[in-house]
């Protein structure tokens, strides 16, 4: 039977340095890797550092997920053939495969267009504030999806499989480059404080990865934004009786665990126990706003109820990114409920999107910003995403249907090309045209641009090699710089 494989091989910084560095090549390499960067003073690092296939251009990476599907047609989709249009029948040719409804009307997008940048991206009024970043971004308008339904197209862009049980994007990029710093998670998950997206956990799991590789649910709109992390006010837990509790804990976990090595979860599950330990002191810290300036706090949204939520969480993320953790997660959007909470808007678009959008557009440009101030961008990626798109004809009077066939996602930072289009929708924003790109694509990418090959990043699981881009994907090099 063939052997499982590994991950990429973990050695000591000075071998490292040694053996694939030498000279100012070495530390430079060391220094995209996180060996001595701007850990912030109380950090340490982690022996669990991994050789990347490649010189990488990015060692971090921040995923903002739109859950419900946003409309490419209403953000940066421009199709001056749908104004045209507006109000007569929708009929691209060929039969019209909706989710829920007929095709209605050529419906415009209720905003109104400019051209942006240096670059002239055609951006819609309902993202102002990321119109403002056109030439730090790439966008894929011509992505597609192999489901119009949520949970499995969640599945999909977060996975790349449909179906529940495969590592997320955040746990392969874990498992194959390891950590950063041993008092932080390495990858952490900021979910819309409403609730979950379709599928919820399953969208960050480790699958058959090992356990200590899914994501660390984080909240920091709570009190507590780490569930658990601290014992209760209790007169009989004191700190001493905590401490002891856990080396009790801990010598029985170990010696469970010395008969079932080939059990991954009890494994992670110790590890966990350990993180707390450690995120005891760093959490706090990382959580507190106390040290940040009005002005960021300004930047970001704080200081308004609409924008405060998505904006604590973007700038929580870059705070996290700074201290050490590889790999954040934020979401906008929760499962579906009436009024709509999430990006998913069949009845009423004008005001669902303009609700949603007003909440993520200048907190994600912050974002960008600061970052870029900061010198981080340069080693970090972020990336826009969402399940699929939306129709350009209306649903109802004002709704818009699931798009499978189109979208848009864009990237931006670590190495990617800025002020760039790849790929194109029809005249429509109907059916992808030019360079149709899946999510296995923009994985590929993103896992090139941080040092690994995608095709040989593997674990074999039920006797298949498996990995984050199944058996599909390219580098899209036209977007690398």
């Given at each position: 039977m063939k052997s499982k494989h590994r991950p990429i091989k973990s050695v000591s910084r000075r071998e490292f340095l040694w053996r694939y560095g030498g000279g100012l090549g070495g530390l430079a390499l060391a220094h995209l890797m996180g060996c001595g960067d701007s850990l912030t003073s109380g950090s340490f690092l982690s022996k669990e550092q991994h050789v990347p296939h490649h010189l990488p251009k990015a060692k971090r990476v921040i995923q903002l997920f739109m859950s419900g599907a946003a409309s490419q047609v209403d953000t940066f989709d421009y199709k001056p053939e749908l104004i045209k249009r507006a109000g007569m029948p929708f009929d691209p040719g060929g039969k019209i495969e909706l989710f829920q409804?007929?095709?209605?009307?050529?419906?415009?997008?209720?905003?109104?267009?400019?051209?942006?940048?240096?670059?002239?991206?055609?951006?819609?009024?309902?993202?102002?504030?990321?119109?403002?970043?056109?030439?730090?971004?790439?966008?894929?308008?011509?992505?597609?999806?192999?489901?119009?339904?949520?949970?499995?197209?969640?599945?999909?862009?977060?996975?790349?499989?449909?179906?529940?049980?495969?590592?997320?994007?955040?746990?392969?990029?874990?498992?194959?480059?390891?950590?950063?710093?041993?008092?932080?998670?390495?990858?952490?998950?900021?979910?819309?404080?409403?609730?979950?997206?379709?599928?919820?956990?399953?969208?960050?799991?480790?699958?058959?990865?090992?356990?200590?590789?899914?994501?660390?649910?984080?909240?920091?709109?709570?009190?507590?934004?780490?569930?658990?992390?601290?014992?209760?006010?209790?007169?009989?837990?004191?700190?001493?009786?905590?401490?002891?509790?856990?080396?009790?804990?801990?010598?029985?976990?170990?010696?469970?665990?010395?008969?079932?090595?080939?059990?991954?979860?009890?494994?992670?599950?110790?590890?966990?126990?350990?993180?707390?330990?450690?995120?005891?002191?760093?959490?706090?810290?990382?959580?507190?706003?106390?040290g940040e300036s009005e002005t960021i706090k300004k930047l970001y949204g704080l200081d308004n109820p609409i924008t405060e939520d998505f904006g604590r969480n973007c700038l929580i993320a870059r705070r996290l990114l700074e201290r050490g953790t590889r790999f954040v997660q934020i979401w906008s959007g929760a499962d579906n409920a009436f009024p709509r909470r999430n990006w998913d808007s069949h009845e009423d678009l004008k005001k669902d999107h303009g609700e949603m959008a007003a909440s993520m557009d200048k907190p994600a440009a912050a974002l960008l910003i600061d970052l870029k101030q900061r010198g981080m961008l340069d080693d970090t990626i972020v990336y826009w995403t969402t399940e699929f798109g939306r129709m350009p004809c209306s649903q109802g009077s004002a709704g818009r249907d699931h798009n499978p066939f189109t979208f848009t996602s864009w990237v931006a930072g670590g190495g990617i090309k800025g002020g760039v289009t790849y790929g194109a929708s029809d005249e429509w924003s109907y059916k992808a045209v030019d360079n149709p790109t899946y999510c296995y694509d923009l994985h590929a990418t993103i896992l090139h641009l941080l040092g690994i090959d995608h095709k040989r990043l593997t674990v074999q699981n039920n006797g298949i090699d498996r990995r984050l881009t199944d058996v599909h994907g390219h580098v899209i090099s036209d977007i690398i710089a």
């Open positions: 409804s007929s095709p209605g009307v050529v419906m415009p997008a209720p905003w109104e267009w400019k051209q942006y940048g240096e670059c002239g991206k055609w951006v819609s009024g309902l993202v102002p504030h990321l119109a403002q970043c056109v030439d730090d971004i790439a966008f894929l308008p011509s992505m597609v999806a192999t489901s119009n339904v949520h949970g499995p197209a969640t599945f999909m862009q977060n996975t790349g499989f449909v179906l529940p049980g495969f590592p997320s994007v955040g746990a392969w990029v874990s498992y194959g480059l390891g950590k950063i710093t041993d008092n932080l998670p390495t990858f952490v998950v900021l979910p819309d404080s409403r609730g979950y997206g379709p599928g919820g956990p399953k969208n960050w799991g480790s699958g058959f990865l090992p356990s200590n590789h899914q994501g660390t649910l984080v909240r920091p709109s709570l009190e507590n934004p780490i569930a658990d992390l601290f014992p209760p006010d209790d007169e009989f837990i004191t700190p001493e009786a905590d401490k002891d509790g856990m080396k009790v804990l801990n010598h029985l976990n170990k010696a469970h665990l010395k008969n079932r090595e080939q059990d991954s979860r009890l494994e992670g599950r110790i590890q966990s126990y350990e993180l707390a330990a450690r995120l005891q002191l760093a959490a706090p810290e990382v959580f507190s706003m106390e």
